[in-house]
Each structure stands twice: as C-alpha cells, then as structure tokens.
C-alpha cells in the first residue's frame, strides 16, 4: 500500500507561485508514474501534469493549459514529487491531487491523495 500526502496549497495573488509536494510512504517502486490532477468547484478533475519513471529515465507530461507555467519534479531519495506552479491565473484555483500508479506507461492510478486547495485571487 502506497500513501500520499499533498501539501503547498494555499492563498496566493494572480501572477504568484505555488510549489506543491506530494510525498509517498509505504510500499514504493523503483518504476512508477505520478501525476498531479485538479478539481475546481461545480468541475471534473482533470489533469495537470505526471511524471513517468523508467529504466531510461524521467518523462514529464503536461496539460496544454499549465506548460510553460508549471513543472513537475522529483526527489528520489524522498520519494517526493513537486508541482512548481508559477504564473498563477485565478482559473488555476482547484483542489490540487497527486496520484501515483506503479505502471509508468499506465494512465491509470491507483493511490490518491486527500488533496491541497489552491487558491489564486485576481
């Protein structure tokens, strides 16, 4: 069993920056995918970034609405992802989850986190 805990979220001002963390604890592998998803009120969950780790390295992977502002980053020794969100725009404003799945090719996940509120004022 994997879990996962989010934190970074907060209050920020339109044009500031967030960095997130997602740390994983139990059961962990040495190939994975995680992935940052988020959900904004009366929305679907939808999906911001992943990062896919194989035995030839490190994939990243983004919406088409954060590349350029968001950048998604890990620390093996630990077993910690970062989203650092830059160039914040009030549409960003969700409740940010990471995800993480033992299949780096796979786009499905099978442990989630509690989720971190991300709030930018305009």
């Known amino acids: 069993q994997v879990q996962l805990v989010e934190s970074g979220g907060g209050l920020v001002q339109a044009g500031g920056s967030l960095r997130l963390s997602c740390a994983a604890s139990?059961?962990?592998?040495?190939?994975?995918?995680m992935g940052w998803f988020r959900q904004a009120p009366g929305k679907e969950r939808e999906f911001v970034s992943r990062?896919?780790?194989?035995?030839?390295?490190?994939?990243?992977y983004y919406a088409d609405s954060v590349k350029g502002r968001f950048t998604i980053s890990r620390d093996s020794a630990k077993n910690t992802v970062y989203l650092q969100m830059n160039s914040l725009k009030p549409e960003d404003t969700a409740v940010y989850y990471c995800?993480?799945?033992?299949?780096?090719?796979?786009?499905?996940?099978?442990?989630w986190g509690q989720g971190t509120q991300v709030t930018v004022s305009s």
């Open positions: 139990g059961r962990t592998f040495r190939r994975y995918a």
């Open positions: 990062i896919s780790i194989t035995w030839s390295g490190a994939n990243t």
């Open positions: 995800a993480a799945s033992n299949d780096p090719y796979s786009d499905s996940y099978d442990y």
